[in-house]
């Protein structure tokens, strides 16, 4: 299923060329054409990580080049076509389009120093990120089977307070650091989901919650220097961090995630909203919140 395509037209030797990179819900290709007709493709899944393609151009009277497409930044692609070692075509000028190797390069990196330090964070907090993604799950199977958004809502709400419950009598964390404030979100939740009973406003809570999470954490930013909301979310985070840049990072990333949520409820089908909530709107938020880690860094 095609999400997103980026669409590079360019002229080669009076030949109609086009670099066409698609991205589906698993996996990105990058299509050469020529004159029309399909002359390379690659492609890689998105657990591979991300790279820059680099596509063979040759013409019916021999002309051969190498054509270049990747990200130059989080949100866009461009291409480079090489001529004999020479740029004779860029989309983007003077943009780097190797913007996605180096975002793998410095996540790896992250990766490597968490392993170097003994008993790794992932460790730490995967139970609580299991179940996080397991009541995401619930809610997408709950919605696809039944085609009611409300109950997928509300067996999503009581199967979290369960999970509170269930936090009493095991001894893995399954709150992630957030108890009290994740007990509070997870109830407000849970009401909204009852008394608004509508598949709309079902779509709508994750901008309405949103919007209100993020100002909490603005305020835990820009009042407390992030001592609750950047604090606990380090727990998740190799290396050492201002919390209070965390924080206000947290708190624009959740501002961009609550107007997607609305911008896609309001002119998409109940169908491709709920895809986007569960494969796409992840992706996206991760990174985002990957770029407000390196912002939130201490230096040395």
């Given at each position: 299923?095609?999400?997103?395509?980026?669409?590079?037209?360019?002229?080669?030797?009076?030949?109609?060329?086009?670099?066409?990179?698609?991205?589906?819900?698993?996996?990105?290709?990058?299509?050469?054409?020529?004159?029309?007709?399909?002359?390379?493709?690659?492609?890689?899944?998105?657990?591979?990580?991300?790279?820059?393609?680099?596509?063979?151009?040759?013409?019916?009277?021999?002309?051969?080049?190498?054509?270049?497409?990747?990200?130059?930044?989080?949100?866009?692609?461009?291409?480079?076509?090489?001529?004999?070692?020479?740029?004779?075509?860029?989309?983007?000028?003077?943009?780097?389009?190797?913007?996605?190797?180096?975002?793998?390069?410095?996540?790896?990196?992250?990766?490597?120093?968490?392993?170097d330090a003994g008993e790794s964070k992932w460790e730490q907090n995967k139970y609580s990120i299991y179940a996080d993604l397991g009541l995401g799950a619930l809610f997408f199977i709950v919605s696809?089977?039944?085609?009611?958004?409300?109950?997928?809502?509300?067996?999503?709400?009581?199967?979290?307070?369960?999970?509170?419950?269930?936090?009493?009598?095991?001894?893995?964390?399954?709150?992630?650091?957030?108890?009290?404030?994740?007990?509070?979100?997870?109830?407000?939740?849970?009401?909204?989901?009852?008394?608004?009973?509508?598949?709309?406003?079902?779509?709508?809570?994750?901008?309405?919650?949103?919007?209100?999470?993020?100002?909490?954490?603005?305020?835990?930013?820009?009042?407390?220097?992030?001592?609750?909301?950047?604090?606990?979310?380090?727990?998740?985070?190799?290396?050492?961090?201002?919390?209070?840049?965390?924080?206000?990072?947290?708190?624009?990333?959740?501002?961009?995630?609550?107007?997607?949520?609305y911008f896609v409820a309001e002119n998409f089908s109940e169908d491709f909203w709920l895809t986007y909530t569960m494969f796409l709107d992840f992706p996206i938020f991760m990174v985002s919140f990957?770029?407000?880690?390196?912002?939130?860094?201490?230096?040395?």
């Open positions: 299923m095609q999400i997103w395509a980026y669409v590079r037209p360019f002229t080669f030797h009076d030949h109609r060329c086009e670099v066409k990179v698609t991205l589906t819900l698993s996996e990105t290709i990058s299509s050469l054409y020529v004159d029309d007709l399909l002359v390379d493709e690659q492609s890689i899944k998105y657990v591979d990580g991300l790279t820059t393609f680099v596509h063979p151009l040759r013409t019916a009277s021999g002309v051969e080049a190498k054509v270049e497409s990747g990200y130059f930044n989080w949100r866009n692609v461009g291409i480079a076509v090489i001529e004999n070692g020479r740029m004779v075509h860029e989309s983007h000028p003077g943009e780097d389009l190797r913007y996605g190797e180096a975002l793998m390069d410095d996540l790896n990196g992250m990766k490597e120093n968490v392993a696809k089977i039944t085609g009611d958004l409300v109950l997928a809502a509300i067996v999503g709400g009581v199967t979290g307070l369960g999970l509170i419950v269930l936090q009493r009598f095991v001894k893995v964390d399954l709150l992630g650091g957030f108890a009290v404030f994740g007990t509070i979100m997870l109830g407000i939740s849970t009401v909204f989901s009852l008394v608004l009973q509508d598949s709309y406003w079902v779509q709508m809570k994750s901008t309405a919650l949103g919007l209100f999470t993020a100002a909490l954490l603005m305020a835990d930013g820009l009042l407390r220097q992030g001592a609750y909301f950047g604090a606990r979310f380090e727990r998740y985070m190799p290396g050492s961090l201002h919390h209070n840049r965390l924080a206000i990072g947290m708190s624009v990333v959740g501002i961009m995630s609550a107007g997607g949520n990957f770029l407000i880690l390196q912002w939130a860094r201490k230096s040395g």
